[in-house]
Nanobody
């Protein structure tokens, strides 16, 4: 079993930065593919970034602004978000799939966190 817990969401002004965390238990990150998704009210869940050991793929909407990193000792991954825009406002979810290879399709992921709210004010 895998459990994921996101944190770090906040209210931030346009152009600001946030770092989201996703703490995992039950497995190590090296074994699985992971990703971040986001969902605004009334909208579809949107792919942000997905990665495995050697493959990372960002959505065009966040390329050049968002980066990922990890702390294996803490079983935690991070989404660093810079130059935030109002359209980045959403609940952000981390996700894990038990198959190697990141994908942009939410239906391909097996485990999800509870989400953390990011609000970017204009």
């Amino acid at each position: 079993q895998v459990q994921l817990v996101e944190s770090g969401g906040a209210l931030v002004q346009t152009g600001g930065s946030l770092r989201l965390s996703c703490a995992a238990s039950g497995q190590t990150f090296s074994t699985f593919s992971m990703g971040w998704f986001r969902q605004a009210p009334g909208k579809e869940r949107e792919f942000v970034v997905g990665w495995s050991r050697y493959i990372t793929s960002f959505a065009d909407s966040v390329k050049g602004r968002f980066t990922i990193s990890r702390d294996n000792a803490k079983n935690t991954v991070y989404l660093q978000m810079n130059s935030l825009k109002p359209e980045d406002t959403a609940v952000y979810y981390c996700a894990l799939r038990a198959v190697f290879g990141p994908t942009s399709s939410a239906s391909d992921y097996d485990y999800w966190g509870q989400g953390t709210q990011v609000t970017v004010s204009s």
